[in-house]
Every structure is written in C-alpha cells, then in structure tokens.
C-alpha cells in the first residue's frame, strides 16, 4: 500500500556530511510521522530522527545537534542531513513511515542505505 525508497547513503570520512532523502508512493494522504532509523547488523535497529505532519522534530541524544530532519508533505518526501558525521554512525539507515489502522499504527520500511563513515 505504501512503498518508502531511499537514496543518498554512501562513503564519507569523519566530519563530513551526507543527506538521505526518501520519497513514499502509493495510498500516502493518511500517512503522519516519518523518519529514519538505522541499524547495525547483529545489533537492534535504534531511533534518529521523526518528524510530524506539523514539523515537530525528535532525535536521538547521540545524534542530536549534528543532524536535522525536514518533510515535504506534498512530495511525501522525507530527508536526514547528517553533519560531523562520525564512525558510530556507520549503520543502514531506514526510512519509516506510519499511518493509523483502526485502533493501532501501521509502520512502513524503506529497504535501507548504508552509510559508512571511515578515514
């Protein structure tokens, strides 16, 4: 019903920046908070950054100050820029999005980006 794609990952050395964009498709008029999550393999996959409908931003204290979260809610878009990047960044990051099902919340995943932060 929705389908989040994301874009932007890459290779960068510490202290750089790179910006994750993802665009959802298909039935999104209902959808509310979007966001970015990232995980490390073996490891679970941790909050960074949501944004509402209405601009209200929230963001993990290990990423707080150096990242920024922003919403297009006519492109349904969603984007991360990450700045002062560092090597505990390096992770998959994956787009999230949720949308209200009945009396619950129903969350969608893009397929994820891998960013990797290396000298």
């Known amino acids: 019903q929705v389908q989040l794609v994301e874009s932007g990952g890459g290779l960068v050395q510490p202290g750089g920046s790179l910006t994750l964009s993802c665009t959802a498709s298909g039935k999104t008029k209902t959808l509310r908070t979007l966001g970015w999550f990232r995980q490390i393999p073996g490891k679970q996959r941790d909050l960074v950054a949501t944004?509402?409908?209405?601009?209200?931003?929230n963001y993990s204290d290990s990423v707080k100050g150096r990242f920024s979260v922003s919403r297009d809610n006519v492109a349904n878009t969603v984007k991360l820029q990450m700045n002062n990047l560092q090597v505990e960044d390096t992770a998959v990051y994956f787009c999230?999005?949720?949308?209200?099902?009945?009396?619950?919340?129903?969350?969608?995943w893009g397929q994820g980006t891998q960013v990797t932060v290396s000298s």
């Open positions: 999230n999005a949720q949308m209200p099902f009945a009396a619950s919340t129903i969350n969608y």
């Open positions: 944004v509402s409908r209405t601009g209200e931003t």
